[in-house]
């Protein structure tokens, strides 16, 4: 069933907490287009993710973030967009985003985003140089620096037990 929803849906949380999986889904039940801010960083940018990073710093990706973020912001008048893990964490956007849409936290567990990252850690530069047993560790450290800036999202799921009817639900009744 295609709902008429007209809003600007932030989705953040940590990277590997399903943010993609789950705003491609969102996007289709809710008929709104769905945006990966990686992916438009890498469009705009001609380079994978991981390139900017190696050749620009993260400094300079977390400015293209927001840069990105607020142009998507002022063209588009719905979308979902699924935010990188860091997005909320710099330059005052998750209040941007706040002000702007519904912002959604995917609360993940720290051994399911354990599980997620060790497949796909070469493809995510923050933590590709990071060993196995490390990993744990690093996620631990890193969602707890980023915890209140995802507390301040308007709702927050626990991804491992969302469905998409109970989240389209919330998303409309919020």
């Known amino acids: 069933m295609t709902y008429v929803c007209r809003m600007k849906v932030f989705l953040i949380g940590f990277m590997g907490s399903g943010k993609t999986h789950w705003g491609k889904q969102l996007a289709l039940e809710l ?44 063209r588009e008048d719905q979308f979902i967009l699924s935010c990188g893990g860091g997005t909320p964490c710099f330059f005052n956007n998750i209040d941007f985003m706040k002000k702007n849409g519904k912002v959604v936290w995917l609360n993940t567990s720290i051994d399911i985003l354990k599980e997620r990252l060790l497949v796909e850690r070469m493809m995510r530069p923050l933590i590709r140089e990071i060993g196995d ?27 491992e037990s969302i469905s998409l009817d109970p989240l389209v639900e919330l998303l409309k009744n919020d």
């Not at 047993?133 to 991804?159: C, F, N, P, T, W």
């Open 31 to 74: 008929d709104m287009p769905f945006f990966d801010l990686d992916t438009l960083i890498a469009e705009s940018e001609k380079k994978t993710i991981c390139e900017v990073f190696a050749e620009r710093g993260e400094e300079y990706f977390r400015y293209k973030e927001k840069e990105t973020l607020e142009a998507l912001v002022w």
């Open 133 to 159: 047993l490390q990993l744990k560790s690093y996620i631990i450290r890193k969602l707890g620096e980023r915890k209140i800036y995802y507390e301040q999202a308007d709702l927050m799921v626990h991804e």
